[in-house]
């Protein structure tokens, strides 16, 4: 009998103790499921601040000026320095396409045929890492420009590739600095198709890479503009366009008036427009940077901050800010408005 009893209660302490393993190890099964949902709904989160800080910034209504016309207007660097401006377009390569070799101009400030623009690459470097992104323009009002089939957009394409952007090339103007993107400022052409072209060439040649490459345009107010659209065909129209800054100056049919009282319906019927008919990321309102800037469209800083911002700033979540022109004639400008935005 005593043996019997030792034995049970050997079993007993076996099975107790197998007990307390089963326990053991549901409790290690439950606390591993506890950090495994830890860890998922961490992940969550942190998505979701990602996505919702790049929307934030995406979103982030800013001030562009373009560079690079007037030789007495301060480097690059000084633009930057200012903190006024999100996006800086350097202007303009203005010869390109038709198998000729491309020419930048770049007014009095370097001679890009002997080198001495590259000066301009620590500026550009030192911009980026102010969180400013520079950008190429290419076309403009004065030089010799066309595409005309979808061959010379490729070959365009990769020499702004390869010059300009991501690419190598034994002769970089700008230095070893590597751009954000490129800006339509196209005031000649044969028709909607040869741009939209190069916007395809372009895109195909930067996307899916480690840096985020913009594309950019600056049409005429009165839509469709005659070179980029929108329309169908036209390179707006292609939605590959992530800022388009619509120049309401120099075209007095669709400017804004400039009087605090002065009836602005009509702009603001071409400005829905824009919004309405572009399928771009974020529009733009162009205007001049002071009265001599441009020979029309100066809307003085407090008119403009009372009558004109508060209109259009409701009109769409496209909007995206001002772009100016430019900034040799940016004497306090975007300074005075840039805080109304």
Same mark, same amino acid.
Request: charged share 15%.
């Given at each position: ?83 006024? #401006? ?8 203005? !010869? ?5 070799? +491309? *020419? @930048?101009?770049? %007014? ?104 985020? #490459? ?8 009165? !839509? ?5 659209? +929108? *329309? @169908?065909?036209? %390179? ?106």
């Amino acid at each position: 009998m005593a043996a019997q009893s030792i034995k049970r209660q050997r079993e007993s302490e076996r099975g107790t103790e197998r007990q307390r393993e089963r326990a053991s190890a549901s409790n290690m099964e439950m606390a591993w499921s506890q950090r495994f949902a830890f860890v998922v709904l961490l992940a969550i989160f942190l998505v979701a601040f990602v996505i919702h800080t790049s929307d934030a910034q995406t979103c982030k209504k800013f001030i562009t000026t373009y560079w690079g016309q007037d030789g007495n207007e301060g480097s690059l660097a000084a633009a930057c320095n200012t903190g006024n #401006y999100g996006v800086i377009v350097v202007a303009f390569l203005n !010869i390109f396409g038709g198998g000729q070799s +491309p *020419g @930048l101009n770049l %007014a009095g400030h370097c001679d890009p045929a002997s080198g001495t623009c590259v000066k301009f690459s620590s500026d550009i470097q030192s911009c980026q890492k102010m969180g400013v992104k520079i950008l190429l323009s290419i076309g403009g009002g004065v030089g010799n420009y066309n595409i005309n089939s979808q061959k010379d957009a490729n070959s365009v394409a990769q020499y702004l590739w390869n010059t300009f952007l991501g690419g190598k090339s034994m002769s970089r103007p700008l230095g070893a600095a590597v751009l954000d993107g490129i800006d339509f400022d196209i005031e000649q052409g044969n028709g909607f198709e040869s741009y939209a072209a190069l916007a395809h060439s372009i895109r195909k040649l930067t996307t899916g890479r480690s840096k985020k #490459y913009f594309l950019s345009a600056a049409p005429q107010c009165p !839509i469709p503009d005659a070179n980029l659209g +929108p *329309g @169908l065909g036209s %390179a707006l129209q292609t939605g590959l366009f992530d800022y388009v800054w619509v120049q309401f100056y120099n075209n007095p049919p669709c400017e804004f008036n400039s009087t605090a009282n002065g009836d602005q319906s009509s702009a603001l019927a071409t400005w829905d427009d824009w919004i309405r008919q572009t399928p771009a990321g974020q529009i733009f309102l162009g205007l001049p940077a002071s009265s001599s800037a441009a020979g029309s469209g100066f809307i003085p800083s407090d008119v403009l901050i009372s009558s004109i911002l508060p209109q259009i700033k409701s009109s769409s979540p496209k909007f995206g800010g001002l772009m100016i022109w430019n900034f040799a004639q940016d004497k306090g400008y975007s300074s005075a408005i840039k805080s109304s935005l």
